[in-house]
């Protein structure tokens, strides 16, 4: 399994509150992804990172923001807590020595805002 | 820009009977093509993967798919399902530069009868 590792993996907060989740690699991937799961819409993409302090918005950012100032971590901010943020989110890794564009998935955090 | 469609949220199949799970993509550059299969409570894990070499390609536990640029589709199948295949699935594409991020469909759950 690809190392992985998110955290917390349940979080509940309330609305307005900032919270920060962390994805932590051991891969040395060069790409990292920030998507989110709800019912009936699939995977979102909200940010990714191609390199230490390159990153990209994704399909859903609007109330995110990234951060990756080492290879190995990548973080998703919310800085004001939303109840529509209530979802499942998943990191992924790609770009290993095989570079097909192939991700490798974290086993989520589950974040619920009241 | 690429996109993903999965014709049916849910299947249900009885157990020992074909799986069929439909795919089809849109892509102005040649695609890379994904199936993922996601447990309760679990991560994403890869199925398999077409790029660019046979069109038929071999998952794990008996899955596989075609890719058939003519009809833009890489449906899912498997001869005979078995009670652990009840999953949700997703099928994804990206370009064939395996740079861009990875597009969702959004996911169809297979539920397998006894």
């Known amino acids: 399994d690809a190392g992985i590792t998110q955290s917390p993996r349940h979080k509940v907060t309330e609305t307005g509150t900032p919270v920060t989740l962390r994805c932590h690699q051991t891969?040395?991937?060069?790409?990292m992804y920030w998507y989110r799961q709800d019912p009936g819409h699939g995977l979102r993409l909200i940010h990714y990172s191609y390199g230490v302090k390159d990153t990209d918005k994704g399909e859903v950012s609007d109330g995110y923001s990234v951060s990756r100032s080492k290879t190995e971590d990548f973080l998703l901010t919310l800085e004001s807590a939303t109840s529509s943020q209530t979802s499942v989110y998943f990191c992924?890794?790609?770009?290993?020595?095989?570079?097909?564009?192939?991700?490798?998935f974290g086993e989520g955090s589950r974040l619920t805002v009241l | 820009a690429q996109s993903v469609t999965q014709l049916g949220s849910h299947v249900s199949v009885s157990e020992g009977a074909l799986v069929l799970l439909r795919c089809n993509y849109s892509?102005?550059?040649?695609?890379?093509l994904f199936w993922y299969v996601q447990y309760p409570n679990q991560g994403l894990q890869l199925l398999l993967k077409?790029?660019?070499?046979?069109?038929l390609v071999k998952g794990i536990n008996g899955f596989e798919a075609e890719f058939k640029k003519s009809e833009t589709s890489f449906h899912l199948t498997k001869p005979s399902a078995h009670m652990s295949d009840a999953a949700e699935y997703f099928c994804?594409?990206?370009?064939?530069?395996?740079?861009?991020?990875?597009?969702f469909g959004k996911g169809t759950r297979l539920s397998v009868i006894a």
């Open positions: 892509s102005s550059v040649p695609p890379y």
């Open positions: 077409y790029t660019s070499a046979a069109t």
């Open positions: 891969e040395n991937h060069r790409y």
């Open positions: 992924a890794i790609s770009g290993g020595t095989e570079n097909t564009g192939e991700l490798f």
């Open positions: 994804a594409v990206t370009s064939s530069s395996g740079n861009t991020p990875l597009v």
